[in-house]
């Protein structure tokens, strides 16, 4: 099999690109020996009594803990070697002796998942490839400038990426992330292993097991070796798609992103190879929901998610395809949903195959791709289901992202920021999660199942011939149906309208962009994007607070404008803005972050605390107890995003804001 491997930087454009192919053999996925017990009657930290001697019994070979897991009453085993004799000669048997031993809830294989990007083909403009974020006039543009007049997003939001870590010095986010938590286990051996002739051991590639760095080390094998999917470099793909939901705009650098405020919380589940672990992945969802079991050696995340995007995928034979209601990481999911948080996995790159694992788990929303004049692309998986939401988030031709990158081959090159265009469902998955931000922005009391109904009923339908199915001659399009296909096209534009449009309509406090500032001040935040219940700028009153960071001063909080007159130089601080309708009279709060440049943004703790108690609704309160992390991030400074930033100079940049 032969994979060609483009990487487009904005330098390269111009210079061409570097084809690399390298054969890899495709071989059958071992029986996997590792298995999460979900046991009932168990002790925070201990399976229940004897329940170890029956497992060894059952399976005929020496089994040994672990770990426990965050989800509760969920302990990670393993076989020390494979069964050899008996009736146990396949996962799907010693799935179904496991489940049947007394006490056991459920019993999961640990599933290796792989990010779902694809190589990208030849561009040859980079000017077109945020072109879907324009009104372009093709059928599935997001016109995106419409969104962000009615507003940029709130840094109360909190988008957890679980993904291969971020390159915290990325200017496209600097200033934009928070601590978050690595939580790949697996350390990496001084050489690669191989496993089944061409395929190397996973492994953290930072040389170390868990914790509180979720920096990205790079995910490259080590020389002379090939990743399954073929790739022989680092993806830097966390950064990549914390760069497509979040990375700040309208500032000259490189791309804009969804949300210009919300917050992104790293948490690093993928090491060599993209591979990452379902039992890590699971540990990851509760953590950064703040729900689970506690870790005394983690701790609590002070800054639980609102959205979490996975962009990984893979094939589950095991579980007949689909997901089982009796599997780990469904109930991870259902957990984060009963915290409030919605889910939006990419739903795999399967060339028009069924949505993939665990996007076609009950109640996520499984992200596929498609390209501006709405046709599926070609490398995107399908499918609707009453159990989760598919949509089809617009790239640009052939389904294109762009995203922060790094130009280091293995290892992050410190001057080598820089921009890529990608493929893949992996990107198409936090445009949906950034959009989701945006809805929460504008009403923060939205649950996942409202949210998901929302979407469901704005979405685009698809036009016609956009679905597409493989024969003799290649791709064939056909008309789609909602099985086939899924819900629609994502509509940011009517989304936001519904949700404006719901019942108790609040009014929306538009705030400026999350910054990065590079002295004392003085600075302005803008407001006057804000508007009340019905949509005008009739009957508001404004308030603004310092919710977060070193006490500034401040001057006209009852103003549309705030003033923020010295305190920067050091701090991390944030501004809520609360707009009344003196009409209805129902408010809104956003937030926006303004990071010093010599701040440091993963240790950052205010001296003072400055938390305050403006409201989000009418009942729900503002969270102040968000931690140093912060916003900053790329915008539209290529002549191909001009149009985009003629829309945008009417919002009067504010000097000493960049």
Request: overall charge neutral; proline content about 7%; aromatic content about 6%.
């Amino acid at each position: 099999m032969k994979q060609c491997v483009v990487k487009y930087s904005i330098v390269a454009l111009l210079a061409g690109a570097v084809c690399t192919t390298t054969a890899f053999a495709q071989t059958a996925a071992p029986t996997p020996t590792r298995w999460v017990i979900n046991a009932a009657g168990a002790t925070p930290n201990a399976m229940p009594s004897g329940m170890m001697q029956q497992l060894q019994t059952t399976l005929g070979v020496p089994v040994k803990m672990v770990r426990p897991l965050l989800q509760p009453n969920s302990y990670l085993v393993e076989m020390q070697s494979l069964p050899v004799l008996g009736s146990l000669q396949t996962p799907q048997a010693i799935r179904t002796a496991l489940q049947a031993l007394p006490g056991v809830r459920f019993a999961s294989p640990d599933i290796q998942l792989q990010r779902t990007a694809v190589p990208a083909p030849n561009d040859g403009s980079y000017a077109a490839n945020q072109a879907s974020y324009m009104n372009t006039g093709a059928y599935a543009s997001l016109r995106m400038q419409e969104v962000w007049e009615q507003t940029r997003g709130s840094s109360n939001v909190v988008i957890a990426v679980l993904d291969s870590g971020v390159l915290f010095e990325n200017p496209e986010l600097k200033g934009r992330l928070l601590p978050g938590y690595d939580f790949v286990t697996r350390a990496t051996p001084p050489t690669g292993e191989r496993e089944l002739g061409t395929v190397i051991n996973s492994g953290s590639n930072d040389g170390d097991g868990r914790d509180p760095d979720p920096s990205d080390p790079g995910d490259a094998p080590p020389p002379g070796f090939t990743c399954p999917d073929g790739s022989t470099t680092s993806s830097w793909h966390g950064t990549t798609v914390a760069s497509v939901a979040a990375a700040q705009s309208n500032n000259g650098q490189f791309l804009a992103g969804m949300d210009w405020n919300a917050k992104v919380l790293p948490v690093r589940v993928s090491g060599r190879c993209g591979i990452a672990t379902s039992s890590d992945i699971v540990d990851a969802f509760y953590w950064a929901t703040g729900s689970g079991r506690v870790d005394p050696t983690i701790g609590v995340n002070p800054n639980p998610a609102n959205v979490i995007n996975l962009s990984f995928a893979t094939d589950t034979p095991l579980l007949g395809g689909g997901c089982a209601a009796a599997d780990m990481v469904a109930l991870a999911i259902a957990d984060a949903r009963a915290r409030n948080v919605s889910v939006v996995i990419s739903a795999g790159n399967n060339s028009g195959g069924a949505v993939q694992y665990p996007a076609n788990c009950a109640g996520t929303i499984a992200a596929g791709a498609a390209e501006q004049d709405g046709q599926l692309a070609t490398y995107t998986a399908k499918g609707g289901s009453s159990s989760f939401l598919t949509l089809h988030a617009p790239g640009n031709s052939n389904g294109r992202y762009v995203g922060a990158s790094n130009t280091g081959e293995s290892t992050p090159n410190p001057n080598g920021s820089s921009a890529f265009l990608f493929a893949g469902t992996s990107f198409s998955a936090p445009m949906i999660a950034g959009a989701i931000s945006l809805l929460r922005a504008a009403r923060p009391s939205l649950t996942p199942s409202e949210i998901e109904t929302i979407l469901r009923n704005s979405a685009l339908p698809y036009p016609a011939n956009a679905d597409f199915t493989q024969g003799l001659f290649g791709f064939a399009r056909r008309n789609c149906t909602s099985t086939a296909c899924g819900a629609g096209l994502l509509n940011v534009v009517g989304a936001l309208q519904a949700t404006r449009e719901s019942s108790n309509a609040l009014p929306v406090a538009n705030v400026q962009q999350s910054a990065v500032v590079a002295s004392n001040g003085p600075f302005t935040l803008n407001g006057d994007l804000s508007t009340n219940s019905a949509g005008s700028s009739a009957n508001l009153s404004y308030s603004w607070q310092q919710v977060f960071g070193n006490p500034v001063a401040l001057a006209g909080t009852t103003n549309s404008s705030l003033q923020v007159q010295s305190g920067m130089a050091g701090n991390i601080a944030e501004f809520a803005l609360t707009v009344t309708d003196t009409a209805t009279n129902r408010s809104n709060t956003s937030v926006v972050r303004l990071a010093n440049v010599s701040a440091n943004e993963r240790t950052f703790t205010p001296s003072v605390d400055s938390s305050g108690g403006d409201t989000s609704t009418s009942t729900s309160p503002v969270s102040a107890t968000q931690g140093g992390g912060g916003g900053g991030g790329g915008a539209m400074g290529l002549a191909g995003l001009l149009g985009l930033g003629i829309l945008l100079a009417v919002w009067r940049r504010i000097l000493g804001v960049n």
